[in-house]
């Protein structure tokens, strides 16, 4: 079993920044690929950014240039870094794990809101 718990979320004017963070408990060393997903109101939840064990990163197109995740192994944690966030950045966001027999485990979410 893998527990996640998101932190860092909160209320940020358009333009501004914020850095979301996941950490890890449990079987740590079962886990893979570690991200973040979102979901506005109204909308489905959709893919953010995800980081590998080995340090391999994507991003959404909608993201890219102004999110980047990281991972700090030491700390069983992942780090998302939103810059020059937009109004339509709104979103709870959820932390997500993939372990190396796929089983999949999410955060309870963090809610970000850009205000404009």
């Known amino acids: 079993q893998v527990q996640l718990v998101e932190s860092g979320g909160g209320l940020v004017q358009a333009g501004g920044s914020l850095r979301v963070s996941c950490a890890a408990s449990?079987?740590?060393?079962?886990?893979?690929?570690m991200g973040w997903y979102r979901q506005a109101p109204g909308k489905q939840r959709e893919f953010v950014a995800r980081?590998?064990?080995?340090?391999?990163?994507n991003h959404a197109d909608s993201v890219k240039g102004r999110f980047t995740i990281s991972r700090d192994n030491a700390k069983n944690t992942v780090y998302l870094q939103m810059n020059s966030l937009k109004p339509e950045d709104t979103a709870v966001y959820y932390c997500?794990?993939?372990?190396?027999?796929?089983?999949?485990?999410w955060g309870q979410g963090t809610r970000v809101t850009v205000s404009s």
């Open positions: 997500h794990a993939v372990t190396y027999s796929l089983h999949n485990y």
């Open positions: 449990g079987s740590i060393s079962s886990i893979n690929t």
């Open positions: 980081i590998t064990s080995g340090g391999f990163t």
